[in-house]
C-alpha cells in the first residue's frame, strides 16, 4: 500500500499542467475568432511508463505560422484540399521542441527536434517517426531562424524561386506578400540569381524594409495603390517574368496584363482568398492573357517536394553562413498569441516570418 | 505604236480580276459582320513582268478557318496578342493554292502550296519566302486533310495532347469544343496513348460523332447541362489529370473544382470568350485548386513550337497512313462564305474542321 502511495506519487511528479490550442468548431469563412480556435490545458504524464516505445516526450519551444494553416479549419477541402483538423482536436503545426524524456535510441534528453506536426500545446508525448530532424546547436544557426530560412517558409521560396519559377539573371520579377515569410526569401533568392526584384506589400514601412533590408530594387504599398495596371506599368516597363503569388485575387489578375511572353507563376498561396468560400472569391477575367503570353502557371505544395529538401537546406546554409542572405522574425511572446498570431497573417499586420515562443 | 497596243493586250491578257476579304473597321467585341469584314474586287496581273524575282502568283484553292483568326481584328492586342490586321488590309490565313506563275526555280507552275499567310483572295502575288511546303500529291493525302490533321488544328492538338499537356495511359481526360477541328483529332491522339477520353461539344449530334466516328470514351452537350459540375462528377469519378481547355469560361471553372493531384490544363484557347473585352469575359474564382492540387496551366501557339513540326508531320502520317485517326472536314463552297464560315465557329453550327473551297 506504502509503495502504491509512493509511486503514485512518483508518477505524480511527473504530470504536468500543459495548455493546448484545439479546433472549437469550422470556420469556412471570415476571420477564425476565438469561438473557432480554443485554448484550455490538459494534464499530461511525462512518467516513463506513460511513455511508450518508439515515443518521446517533448517540451515545445517555437511555433511556426504560416497561412497554410487557414487552410485546415475549414470544414471543407476547398481550395488548398488539405486534411482538416478534426473537432475537439488539438491543431497541429511545424516548429522546435527540446526532448524531456525518449524512448528512442535516436534521441535523449535535451535534444532539439524539428517537426511538421507539433501540437500547439507546451508538452507533448508523440512518436518518434514524428520527428523531422535533430537541430544541430553547434550550427551558428539561431533557432528561430530553423523556422524562417530553413523551416517552412524558406523551403516554399526556394521552391518557388529555384524549381517552379526558375528566373533567368536579368528576368523581372514580382514577389507579393514581399516581406512575408516566404516573400522576403524568395526576393532575395531571386537577387542572387541576377534578378530585377520587386515586392508588393501592405505598407510603407514594409517597402522600406524590403528595399533596404532585402535589397529588393523598388517596392509599392497596394494599399495605396487604387490602380494596379498603373504601377504594374510603372514597375515593369519592360513586363513581368516571374511572378511569385502569395495573394492571388486583383493582383493577380493585374500581372496578367503585363506579363511577358513565356513568363512562370508560381503559385504558393492566395492569402487574400483564403477566408472566402470559393465562390466568393475574386475571379480572375483575363486568363486569355496565358494562351497569347505562353505563360505557364503552377501550383506546388511542400510535402511533394520534400526529397529536395536536402538541396535546399545545404544551399541555403551556405547563403546564411556566407551572411548573403537576411531573415526578420517577428517572435511573439506566449502559446497565448496562437490566435492573433495566425489573424495578423490576413490583416498584413505581421512583418517578416511569424513565430510563437511559448514561453515568454 | 502598234507594238505598244500589242504589248498592252498582251498584258491585259493576264489581269485577273479577284475576290478579297478585307477588313472594314475592327470588331473589338462581339460577332464580327459585314460592317467589318468585307469582300472586294481588285484587277491583278499575273503577267511575268508584273511577278518580282523570288515571287510566285498563286491561284487560291483552300482556306483554314480557325478559331485564333479572331483576335487579328479586335483592335486591341487583348488576349491573344496576335499582330492586327491594318484597316483596309487584307485578311491572311493558312491555305492551299497553286503555282500560276513562279519567278522563284524552287516552285514550277502548277506546284500545290501551303503557306500560313495567304490573302483570303481567288488570286495573289507574294514572296516565295511566305511558302511553308510543297505538297506531295503522289502521298494519297487529300488536300483538306492538309488542312485539318495535317494543319494548324492537327499540330494544335498535337501539341496539347503530346507535349503540354501529355497525359499518361490511363488517364483521364477531358477535352472542350470536342467535335471541332482540334479536339477531334486532340482526342483520338490521347486515345492513341491509351487514355480514357471525354469530350463535351455543343449538340447531342455533336456527342453521337465524337463517341462513334472519333472514338470519344463519352462525351456530354453543354447545351443541355445546367450544372456543369454535376456532369463533370457523373463523367470523372475518379477525377480529371488533362483537360485540353479549346472553350474558357464556366467551363474552366467547373473543371478546376475536379482536377486530380498534378492535373496539367493546356491552354489551346478559349473561344468562348473571344468575342468579349477582357473585363466582360467571365471571371475563374477557384485558381486556388490549383496550389491545393498542385495543378500545371499552360498555355501555348503553334508558331512557338514550329521547330517541331516535322516530328508532329511525320508521326501523323503515319497514322493517318495505318488509318488509325480520322477527320471529318466541313468545306464551304466559295470565297463568299468567308466571314459566315468564320461566325460558324462561335455559334457552335460547325462540325470538325471547317475548310473553304475558293471555287466552287
Redesign the interface.
Known amino acids: 500500500m506504502g509503495e502504491e502511495v509512493k509511486n503514485t506519487s512518483e508518477e505524480e511528479m511527473w504530470v504536468v499542467e500543459s495548455k493546448e490550442w484545439y479546433l472549437a468548431s469550422y470556420a469556412p469563412h471570415g476571420v477564425p475568432t476565438s469561438d473557432h480556435l480554443k485554448l484550455r490545458t490538459v494534464r499530461l504524464s511525462l512518467s516513463p511508463d506513460s511513455i511508450p516505445d518508439a515515443h518521446v516526450a517533448v517540451e515545445m519551444l517555437l511555433f511556426s505560422i504560416d497561412p497554410y494553416l487557414r ?1 485546415r479549419f475549414t470544414g471543407t ?6 486534411p482538416q483538423f478534426q473537432l475537439n482536436q488539438v491543431i497541429t503545426i511545424f516548429g522546435i521542441g527540446r526532448v524531456r524524456r525518449s524512448k528512442d535510441s535516436k534521441y535523449k534528453e535535451g535534444d532539439l527536434v524539428l517537426s511538421a506536426s507539433f501540437p500547439v500545446a507546451e508538452y507533448c508525448v508523440m512518436s518518434s517517426s514524428e520527428i523531422v530532424a535533430k537541430i544541430d546547436t553547434a550550427s551558428g544557426i539561431s533557432l528561430p531562424d530553423y523556422l524562417s530560412f530553413l523551416g517552412v517558409p524558406g523551403f516554399a521560396a526556394w521552391l518557388g524561386i529555384e524549381v517552379v519559377g526558375d528566373p533567368k539573371p536579368g528576368s523581372n520579377v514580382l514577389i507579393s506578400a514581399a516581406s512575408g515569410g516566404v516573400g522576403m526569401i524568395a526576393g532575395q533568392l531571386a537577387k542572387l540569381r541576377g534578378c530585377r526584384v520587386i515586392g508588393s506589400t501592405g505598407s510603407d514601412e514594409k517597402v522600406r524594409l524590403i528595399k533596404e533590408e532585402f535589397g529588393y530594387d523598388g517596392g509599392f504599398n497596394y494599399n495605396k495603390e487604387p490602380d494596379l495596371d498603373a504601377v504594374l506599368s510603372k514597375f515593369f516597363p519592360d513586363g513581368i517574368d516571374v511572378y511569385l503569388d502569395n495573394v ?1 485575387g486583383k493582383m ?1 489578375e493585374s500581372v496578367l ?1 503585363h506579363v511577358n511572353k513565356f513568363a512562370r507563376i508560381p ?4 492569402i487574400s ?2 477566408n472566402k468560400v ?24 511542400l510535402k ?1 517536394h520534400f526529397n529536395r529538401f536536402g538541396d535546399f537546406a545545404k544551399e541555403m546554409d551556405g547563403y546564411i553562413k556566407q551572411g548573403k542572405i537576411k531573415t526578420k522574425i517577428q517572435i511573439n511572446n506566449g502559446i497565448g498569441t496562437f490566435l492573433d498570431s495566425l489573424n495578423s497573417l490576413f490583416s498584413s499586420s505581421n512583418i517578416g516570418k511569424v513565430v510563437i515562443q511559448v514561453k515568454p
Not at 477541402?77 to 488539405?82: C, I, K, P, R
Not at 486569355?288 to 505544395?301: A, D, H, P, T, Y
Open positions: 487552410g477541402l476547398d481550395g488548398l484540399y488539405f492571388g493577380l496584363n503559385l504558393c498561396g492566395m482568398q483564403y470559393w465562390t466568393e472569391r475574386e475571379g480572375i477575367r483575363n486568363l486569355l492573357n496565358m494562351v497569347g503570353k505562353e505563360v505557364r502557371m503552377e501550383g506546388f505544395l511533394t
